[in-house]
């Protein structure tokens, strides 16, 4: 069946570095979605990728959907507190499954 | 529009009960979600509807668990009889159809669930 491999786990970034996190999948996917959950909330729609080679920028957010359609990544440039919380992926398969990614947690170190 | 309405907030129960969880989706879409959240397993996928009938149910961990959508307009999920390990925060989301393809997922405010 199919499976979607988020990583890494966390990641502990200063404030104003970057941070990159991707998830991959073992089979194509139909579309892709990406999520923000902050510490005590419920996930938040940031972004929904489509077409193979995509690339979506939201001011330091850029999203990137991969040429086969099995692997995408959100990458925050120069992070700030904001932006603290889980990035999650969920990929839609043409056979109307849904799997989430086991999410990414961004820390700010102090 | 209210968003995603889900009761109750915050359950407290014994094992061995039953436990229903509600959930009204934003009006108008037409797919409807169920997910679990814990530290252990993270966010999960139970069940999804579309116009009120259950696409994807693998999600579902046992029979204990059961989820109906009688109207476009509610949704619940049961679990009986209960046990510690269903504690959790229950999700619903509720997504319109994007045409070509599926759409964003609007979440509910969840349901905390602590199993004693």
């Known amino acids: 069946g199919q499976q979607v491999m988020q990583i890494p786990q966390y990641q502990h970034v200063q404030e104003g570095e970057d941070f990159t996190t991707y998830c991959n999948s073992s089979?194509?996917?139909?579309?892709i979605q990406w999520y923000k959950q902050r510490p005590g909330g419920h996930p938040v729609f940031l972004i929904q990728?489509?077409?193979s080679g995509e690339v979506k920028k939201q001011k330091r957010l850029t999203f990137q959907f991969g040429e086969a359609k099995k692997n995408s990544s959100l990458h925050i440039t120069a992070t700030q507190t904001t932006d603290v919380g889980t990035y999650f992926c969920a990929a839609f398969y043409s056979n109307y499954q849904l799997i989430w990614g086991a999410g990414t947690k961004l820390i700010i170190k102090p | 529009d209210a968003g995603v309405i889900q009761s109750p907030r915050h359950e407290v129960t014994e094992m061995g009960q039953e436990v229903t969880l509600r959930c009204k989706p934003i009006?108008?879409?037409?797919?409807l979600f169920w997910y679990r959240q814990t530290m252990m397993r993270g966010l999960e996928l139970l069940i999804y509807f579309n116009n009120n009938v259950p696409i994807d149910d693998s999600g579902m961990p046992e029979d204990r668990f059961s989820a109906k959508m009688p109207n476009a307009s509610f949704s619940t999920l049961k679990i009986q009889p209960s046990e510690p390990r269903d504690s959790a925060v229950y999700f619903c989301?509720?997504?319109?159809?994007?045409?070509?393809?599926?759409?964003?997922?609007?979440f509910g405010p969840g349901t905390r669930l602590t199993v004693l």
């Open positions: 009006s108008g879409h037409d797919y």
């Open positions: 990728l489509v077409k």
């Open positions: 989301a509720s997504s319109p159809w994007g045409g070509s393809s599926y759409n964003e997922q609007f």
């Open positions: 089979t194509t996917l139909s579309n």
